[in-house]
């Protein structure tokens, strides 16, 4: 019973208190850079698409929102033909993130995507790809591993030794 | 004011054939609240505002609450409407009709043999009322509330909770 | 004729009075609600949002009014009208000032009673004709925690009333004027605070519609104007019972001099219904059965023994 008047009169107190609710479409919450909304498709330092089209996004997302096709070009580099999401259906868990071998695909600190009209929330790749590097700069896939696909000679990564030449027997 | 008894009246007794006829007990009920206003409202143009209130009070605000508790409780579906119509047969009514027209004839009689003298009609309030119940009718209030007494004693009675019997090998269940 | 008039004047400017309170309440509470939560509460309409009233008046009007076809259709309609009738009802024997009341009855207490009792039915009927098992629940919850706490409302009372002599509004309020009646009847003034948050169902009170187990209990199924109804009522309660409340312990129109009666009034029933509203920032809603052990183990008692009490003393000082 006391304890109930205590808790009538500490809320009375309140009155004193300044507010917390933010003004939203005049003042902005500060989102944090690992917060997890629009996605995006990210490039290269050398400002080629980091994706290789591997799918392993569209196998993580848990509501099947992301569809795409893989291809080739002329050096035998993958490349998503097509990369779709559809938004309406996207819970934002940031599943396809995780899963990317790349760091192609990012959640940015975006929400303020509302649409009047469903299908517009259906992003294609030219909506998607941005030109910057996202939250991960300077790094480039290829440069640290994989074949030469016109990026980078064989064993010209960061990391890697030039390849053994097998036909000498000079150390 | 007499138009004001005459319409009481009237909405008293055509609620009160309503709630004779009708087959859903709820609106029934709803056609005996609206006679028991009714009536409250006669009371309280023929000086008698205390009852009227009480009438009220008790009447359309406690007990046939109680009742409609009852039957909502009771979860009446679609045939009790019929079965309702079995009970307005005339072998089930026709008693109670003749014992009411019975009195009916007798109001009547003495209406037709009344002399006209106006009867004093004075404001009762809660003072006076309360004088003669524990003036005049102090021993009906005092066997009314010994009756009230008993009826709480007997509710209190059914409604405790029984004291559960185990076998003896799980009452240390129970106590634990 | 001229006083007729005048009659008329008052009954008219108490309605409008009342039931634009009552809807300029749903402003209030939003926002003394926001204050209380550190928040900042409607402000987008208008000024301080102050036309949030208006802007949730035209949606309400303009909602579909829809009966749903299981439901029982008459009972179902007469529901929500018993609410607004008998609290309108009752708002006739409030002084608001000397002079300023519609009907000065002897029995005017008793009357307020009797209007409450029946603003039971409200919730039953709503409850049973909506043909739903949560509204159903939440009938039975109403009429039980209503009848229970009509009980505790009327004997906190007595304790005024026997103080006074009367059941007239304006003479227990001239009957204050030394000493407010909240001093020597102050359980009295707890108790019929407590049941005046019971009888008019608000939170920590709101078992009969507990949106979290009950999904709304008796209006679950209402929609529109209808439920606008329940809505309003909901107010116009917290009015009456703030304006009881002012009447009975506070010395209604009685204050100092340099303002007017009324204005007195207006301040005390305000500050009531500021409170109203606290508890309802504050308090938490109590479990069903803790709501009901707490009348009748506690305030039951309590009750009995202030009017026993009060009896007492003033039949020793007679």
């Known amino acids: 019973m006391l304890s109930n008047v205590r808790t009538l009169w500490m809320v009375f107190l309140k009155i004193f208190k300044k507010k917390v609710t933010i003004q939203y479409p005049e003042k902005k919450a500060y989102l944090p850079p690992r917060w997890r909304g629009r996605i995006i498709l990210s490039r290269d330092p050398d400002h080629n698409e980091r994706c290789v089209a591997c799918y392993l996004c569209a196998a993580a997302c848990p509501v099947d929102c992301i569809s795409l096709q893989a291809t080739e070009d002329e050096n035998g580099r993958r490349y998503p033909e097509f990369f779709r999401i559809n938004f309406s259906r996207c819970i934002f868990c940031g599943l396809c993130e995780d899963a990317c071998p790349t760091y192609a695909i990012q959640l940015t600190p975006d929400f303020e995507m509302g649409e009047y009209n469903r299908q517009n929330l259906v992003y294609e790749k030219e909506d998607l790809l941005i030109d910057g590097m996202g939250k991960y700069h300077g790094y480039s896939f290829y440069q640290q591993a994989g074949v030469a696909v016109g990026v980078k000679p064989k064993g010209g990564g960061e990391k890697e030794d030039p390849p053994v030449d097998v036909r000498t027997l000079l150390p | 004011m007499n138009i004001i008894f005459y319409i009481a009246a009237i909405v008293a007794f055509v609620a009160t054939v309503m709630v004779v006829t009708r087959k859903n007990a709820v609106h029934a009920l709803l056609y005996l609240i609206v006679s028991l206003l009714a009536v409250s409202v006669i009371f309280f143009i023929s000086g008698a505002p205390f009852v009227a209130a009480l009438e009220v009070i008790v009447y359309a605000g406690a007990i046939l609450v109680l009742f409609v508790f009852a039957i909502m409780m009771l979860n009446l579906g679609a045939n009790s409407g019929k079965e309702e119509s079995k009970l307005l047969k005339p072998n089930a009514w026709i008693t109670p009709a003749i014992l009411s027209l019975i009195l009916l004839c007798e109001l009547v009689y003495v209406f037709i043999n009344y002399d006209g003298a106006s009867v004093e009609l004075r404001v009762i309030g809660p003072q006076e009322v309360s004088q003669s119940l524990f003036g005049g009718y102090m021993l009906a209030v005092e066997l009314t509330g010994m009756l009230l007494m008993a009826g709480v004693v007997g509710a209190y009675h059914i409604g405790k909770e029984k004291k559960r019997e185990y076998h003896r090998y799980l009452q240390t269940n129970e106590n634990s | ?318």
């Open chain 3, 1 to 318: 004729m001229n006083e007729i008039l005048v009659q008329i004047l008052i009954i008219v400017g108490v309605l409008l009075g009342t039931v634009t309170i009552a809807a300029g309440l749903i402003y209030v509470e939003r926002k003394m609600l926001a204050v209380w939560q550190q928040r900042s509460g409607p402000n987008r309409v208008g000024p301080f949002g102050i036309f949030q009233v208006l802007a949730d008046m035209v949606k309400i009007f303009f909602k579909e009014d829809w009966i749903p076809p299981f439901v029982d259709k008459k009972v179902f309609i007469i529901a929500p009208t018993i609410i607004m009738l008998s609290i309108l009802m009752s708002f006739s024997i409030v002084p608001f000032a000397p002079g300023i009341v519609i009907a000065d009855l002897n029995i005017g207490l008793l009357f307020f009673l009797a209007m409450s009792s029946l603003g039971a039915y409200t919730i039953v009927l709503a409850g049973w004709a909506s043909n739903n098992k949560y509204s159903l629940l939440g009938g039975m919850r109403g009429a039980a925690q209503m009848i229970s706490y009509e009980v505790f409302m009327g004997l906190s009372l007595m304790g005024v009333v026997i103080q006074v002599g009367s059941f007239n509004m304006t003479d227990i309020v001239n009957a204050q004027k030394g000493l407010w009646f909240v001093v020597p009847q102050f359980v009295g003034f707890v108790i019929f605070l407590i049941a005046g948050v019971a009888e008019t169902h608000r939170l920590p009170f709101d078992l009969p519609e507990a949106e979290s187990e009950l999904i709304a209990g008796f209006h679950s199924e209402y929609s529109g104007m209808k439920f606008g109804m329940f809505f309003v009522g909901e107010y116009l309660g917290i009015t009456l019972v703030s304006c009881m409340i002012t009447i009975l312990f506070f010395g209604g129109w009685l204050g100092p001099s340099f303002l007017p009666p009324i204005v007195w009034f207006l301040i005390k029933m305000f500050a009531f219904i500021l409170f109203f509203v606290l508890l309802r920032a504050a308090l938490a809603r109590p479990r069903y059965d803790q709501l009901m052990s707490f009348g009748w183990k506690l305030l039951l008692p309590l009750a009995l023994l202030n009017v026993l009490i009060t009896g007492a003393v003033v039949l020793s000082n007679a």
